[in-house]
């Protein structure tokens, strides 16, 4: 499950240009044409049979108010799913390792009008287009799948962007707006308080955990780490790196001096212990400040995806700088 640090995928409807706003509870007319990272997307009519792969595209349509309209629900194996957590019951519910376990032929066979995902493998949505079955795919995923791959500029925003794209597909607008509103004024408070009260020592690198003697992954600027480490008041020690995830040597490591250092893991693959022995625990990074300082802190990679539950993340690095 590690390679889940490496996915990327494309983005929803208004993250590539602004839609006219459509009246409250309508959704707008049908069909409707949205464009889905440059694709051109069409919806003959209101979705009311989605298929939704991954977490995170689940915690997008709840948040939107399309819970209900959920047929066949396929997160992660272990994946949380916060606020989302139990909206799902009236669906099949499919937990996964990958995208790749899911095939287009079984897509299909679902018969879903509305497919809602973090991405595809083998197939494309061009594939599904030409069954019948229109996709969207979240916008924090924009580019494909890869380590280096995104087109996002602004994550979080890609976050509210999808939750109110897809009220107005679902006829849901009202309550998408209003969770949109919840989630920016959250975000809001977090970058208020760390504007009031600074953290010490804000020179942090974000990195990716599998291991003791495995190579560490980071984050730079595309990613949803780099922008949740901004809004706590911590400055990327990657951030020039206009990449989601890359492999910097140990050399590139230990010349940025982080005086900080987030580390991500999967919880199936390592405990939180686990991860922080991982980066204190290799001779080579002894000099760094953060592991000198025993400022290292652990977060569960799922809590830095593109979906609400970045949020929650932000919280709990947030609360994760207090306690040290």
Partial sequence: MAALALMSAAGLITACGAAPAAPAGSGGSYPMTIENCGRQVTLPAKPERLYVIGGEAGTIVEAAGGAASVAVFSPLVGEPLGKAEGAFSQATNTPIKSSKDISREVIIAAEPDLLVTYGLNEFA?????????????????????????????????????????????????????????????????????????????????????????????????????????????????????????????????????????????????????QARLAVNGRPELRSLPAVSSDAVHVLSFFYSGHGTLAVDGLERLAELLRDR
């Fill in 125 to 273: 949505p061009e594939d599904l287009a030409a069954a019948g079955i229109p996709t969207i795919i979240l916008s924090g995923y924009c580019g494909g799948f890869g380590a280096g791959q995104s087109e996002v500029q602004d994550p979080l925003e890609g976050v509210y962007q999808d939750v109110e794209t897809l009220g107005r597909v679902l006829g849901t607008d009202e309550t998408a707006r209003a969770a949109a509103a919840e989630l920016r004024s959250r975000v809001a408070a977090i970058r208020d308080g760390a504007r009031q009260t600074p953290p010490s020592n804000s020179k942090a690198a974000g990195v990716f955990v599998v291991s003791g003697d495995s190579p560490l992954g980071a984050y730079g600027s595309r990613s949803m780490l780099h922008q949740q480490m901004e809004a706590v008041g911590l400055t990327n020690v990657f951030e020039s790196t206009s990449e989601r995830y890359f492999e910097p040597n140990v050399e590139a490591l230990i010349a940025a001096q982080p005086e900080r250092i987030i580390a991500l893991h999967e919880p199936g693959d390592t405990t939180e212990e």
